[in-house]
């Protein structure tokens, strides 16, 4: 008898075992509810049942001494909620200031003009040089040093424009390179199209390779967004009072850490939103751009 | 009157020489398709038209004057010469219609509304004007590339470069696009092409030249070139794409 795989009679049996049916994509919002109900339940039993599960509550959760640390009081209590406000403000200022000097980085960095040689090597050597340094080390060569060099205005400002030179000095470098990924990105035949339509080296950068590498661009800069958001902590060593630092003030004074748990919870409150506001932005260009495809 | 004119054009990729030596003249209302395996060097020389590429040796006149002159502006050049690409390079973040307009609004600064009105009409004449505002992905290969030759003649350019603009495609859509090539070569437009197309250079050709490793190794009237080629290379080159 011929032993040829086609000759098969019997119908083989298609179903999965039972135990993989019930995690198939059926079930998927039940077995979600389910396993988010027991991660919670898990994470919540720890904390209750820790042996030092009371002092944890109380030295990290403890609903009075966040609000106190949320308000600050007239008893010398930093408001974390009030020092929030100068990590906002500084990420705002820093990430329109890395935004602009970081494409002009980015742009000198695949230039091709000889005209741009020198520049093009002082721009390598900057992004390598402040990309290696910790960002803790820049603060304090930015905030220490520049006072003591002593030389006109630069040595007279205050504390906060040495934090936000130094973030902006290091992100910079960060971003440039996110960007010249994102326009390296756009394939050479755009680039070839735009120029054979009489386009000049702007026009073709402006109308063509940054609209497309802007959409590639996106989620690498909001990361990089995140962590400047939260690098605005590190201020706190030149002596800024920011969110980190009145809770660290509120920490020493009270002997107890919920104000840190405050900052994190405003931390959160910046990033989350900026992480949903991207995803969202991404996919809308999505469903445009692939709305109704036959 | 000669619109393009190649003087013994030489170009090197490092060690590897592409094009030998090669001549060739276009006048106007001529249609020359150039025809060779691939790696042969058509797609070179038709960059080396529009400045893509730079020439190591030997001279290209545009209207008698040298591209090599240092005092040329090469976006100039480029504004006078047309190229489709094989795989269309469609500006994917604009629309049909934007994609037509950005040459002239953004190159030559002509108003955009004058603009729109060709280029709605130019999109009318290959029946994609009710696509005008979609984006190109949602477009046929066919079509995508019928819009990429509008966007060229949208500047109206004196000479059009093709680079085996059929290639991409699937055998169905081929049609359409050698359809409005046929059009514009009726309509006495100035065609350079890279074509693998035998049937369609021997029918809108004014010349075809066969170039074989950076040389053009025979050229002439496509009936003489077609049913007659002299040398042997040709004879075999012509029997296996006919097979």
């Known amino acids: 008898m011929s032993s040829s795989s086609t000759t098969e009679t019997v119908a083989p049996n298609l179903f999965a075992p039972r135990r993989r049916q019930l995690l198939s994509k059926r079930h998927s919002t039940a077995l979600s509810i389910v396993s988010t109900v027991i991660f919670v339940a898990v994470v919540v039993a720890i904390v209750f049942w820790a042996p030092g599960g009371v002092t944890f509550r109380h030295f990290f959760f403890d609903p009075h001494q966040m609000w106190v640390a949320f308000t600050g009081n007239h008893q010398g209590l930093a408001s974390v909620g009030k020092g929030i406000l100068t990590n906002i403000w500084m990420f705002c200022l820093c990430e329109v200031l890395v935004l602009i000097l970081a494409l002009g980085l980015a742009w000198i960095r695949i230039s091709t003009s000889p005209v741009m040689a020198p520049l093009r090597v002082l721009a390598t050597i900057y992004t390598d040089v402040f990309r290696g340094i910790p960002i803790l080390l820049v603060f304090i060569i930015v905030g220490f040093g520049f006072s003591e060099l002593n030389i006109g205005w630069i040595s007279h400002q205050t504390p906060t424009f040495y934090g936000c030179t130094a973030i902006t000095i290091t992100y910079t470098a960060y971003v440039a390179e996110v960007y010249r990924a994102g326009l390296n990105s756009v394939p050479q035949g755009q680039i070839l199209a735009a120029r054979s339509l009489g386009l000049g080296q702007a026009a073709t950068m402006r109308r063509v390779i940054l609209p497309q590498a802007v959409r590639t661009v996106i989620p690498p800069l909001l990361n990089d967004f ?15 009072v920011e969110a980190v630092q009145s809770a660290q003030i509120d920490a020493s004074q009270n002997f107890n850490d919920s104000g840190l748990v405050v900052a994190a919870l405003l931390f959160l409150a910046m990033t989350i939103p900026l992480t949903r506001f991207t995803d969202h932005l991404i996919a809308k260009d999505r469903t445009r751009r692939l709305a109704g495809a036959q | ?28 209302h001529d249609v020359v398709c150039l025809i060779g395996a691939s790696g042969s060097g058509k797609s070179t020389l038709l960059r080396c038209a529009n400045l893509l590429e730079r020439i190591d040796g030997g001279d290209i006149q545009l209207f008698g004057q040298s591209l090599l002159d240092p005092r040329i502006d090469e976006d100039l050049v480029r504004r006078n010469i047309g190229m489709v690409f094989q795989s269309f390079n469609l500006f994917p973040h604009l629309t049909v219609l934007q994609n037509v307009m950005l040459g002239p609004v953004r190159a030559l600064k002509r108003p955009s509304d004058e603009v729109r009105d060709e280029a709605m009409a130019l999109l009318t004449r290959i029946g994609l004007a009710d696509r005008a505002n979609e984006y190109p992905d949602r477009l046929s290969g066919g079509q995508q590339q019928r819009v990429a030759i509008v966007r060229s003649l ?18 169905t859509l081929v049609g359409e696009v050698l359809d409005l090539l046929r059009e514009l070569a009726h309509d006495g437009t100035t065609m350079l092409l890279a074509t693998h197309e035998m049937g369609f250079a021997r029918e809108v050709a004014t010349n075809v030249v066969y170039i074989d490793q950076g040389v053009v190794l025979e050229q002439g009237a496509p009936s003489a070139m077609f049913d007659n080629p002299q040398e042997e290379a040709t004879k075999l080159f012509l029997s296996r794409a006919r097979s």
């Open chain 1, 226 to 240: 995140i962590s400047m958001q939260k690098d605005t902590a590190l201020v706190s060593i030149l002596g800024i």
């Open chain 2, 1 to 28: 009157m000669t619109v393009l004119s190649l003087q013994n054009v030489s170009k090197r990729f490092g060690d590897t020489e592409v094009l030998r030596g090669i001549s060739l003249e276009l006048n106007r």
């Open chain 2, 154 to 171: 949208a500047m109206q350019p004196a000479l059009l470069l093709l680079d085996e603009v059929t290639s991409a495609l699937d055998p």
